[in-house]
């Protein structure tokens, strides 16, 4: 699955992610900057079980992101396009594969 972005599973709401969502996300793996990041990092990934934001998914795997957002919203290291890419696919295709089991 290298490269496959799961962005159509779906979001935690049980339906998919919304255009602009979406969108936010894509812009970002497309071009992972600080503008980019600081519009996409709040997006939630998944909600049921507990809320899971994109930040939160690239804290369990990047160990040079912020453990919390900076008060000024300037990032000292924006997430590579495939750390972010293994975050979403973490979070989604973990909580696609637990439905299914359930």
């Known amino acids: 699955m290298k490269g496959t972005i799961a962005l159509e599973f779906g979001n935690g709401f049980r339906r998919k992610f919304t255009p602009r969502i979406k ?13 980019n990041w600081n519009i996409a990092y709040n997006c939630v990934l998944r909600n049921d079980n507990g809320l899971t934001t994109l930040f939160m998914a690239v804290k369990e795997i990047d ?23 293994q975050a979403i696919n973490n979070i989604i295709l973990k909580d696609e594969r637990q439905h299914k089991m359930n």
């Open 63 to 85: 160990p040079k992101i912020a453990r919390k957002q900076p008060e000024d919203g300037l990032w000292s290291h924006i997430p590579s396009r495939e750390t972010i890419i």
């Open 23 to 35: 969108k936010r996300l894509l812009d970002l793996i497309n071009n992972p900057n600080h503008e």
